[in-house]
Nanobody, 120 residues
Framework: QVQLVESGGGLVQPGGSLRLSCAAS????????MGWYRQAPGKQREFVAA???????NYSDSVKGRSTISRDTAKKTVNLQMNSLKPEDTAVYYC??????????????WGQGTQVTVSS
């Protein structure tokens, strides 16, 4: 009943910025954490950033200080602003929703991914 669609990916030069967005459709209840993961070729999926229903944010060490995650509960969106991009940021970025409490607790949803390529 929940679908996630990422957008905003693309080709950027090192040092550039990109803003990823994830739009959720369906029934989104309270107690939902929204976040971003990424997977580079030949590597495992890794955590990037997340924001809880209460607004608490967490970032991986690799992006901390360069990225900002935000959400608009009313619009059912989560955004990831990435600055000072590096080639190692190149990956497919996936939007994730995980129910931490409320009616969606125990449920998890993933988007189809959006490609981010950082290259000169």
């Amino acid at each position: 009943q929940v679908q996630l669609v990422e957008s905003g990916g693309g080709l950027v030069q090192p040092g550039g910025s990109l803003r990823l967005s994830c739009a959720a459709s369906g029934s989104i209840f309270s107690g939902v954490a929204m976040g971003w993961y990424r997977q580079a070729p030949g590597k495992q999926r890794e955590f990037v950033a997340a924001i809880s229903s209460g607004g608490r944010t967490n970032y991986s060490d690799s992006v901390k200080g360069r990225s900002t995650i935000s959400r608009d509960t009313a619009k059912k969106t989560v955004n990831l602003q990435m600055n000072s991009l590096k080639p190692e940021d190149t990956a497919v970025y996936y939007c994730n929703i995980k129910g931490t409490s409320g009616l969606l607790k125990g449920s998890e949803y993933w988007g189809q991914g959006t490609q981010v390529t950082v290259s000169s």
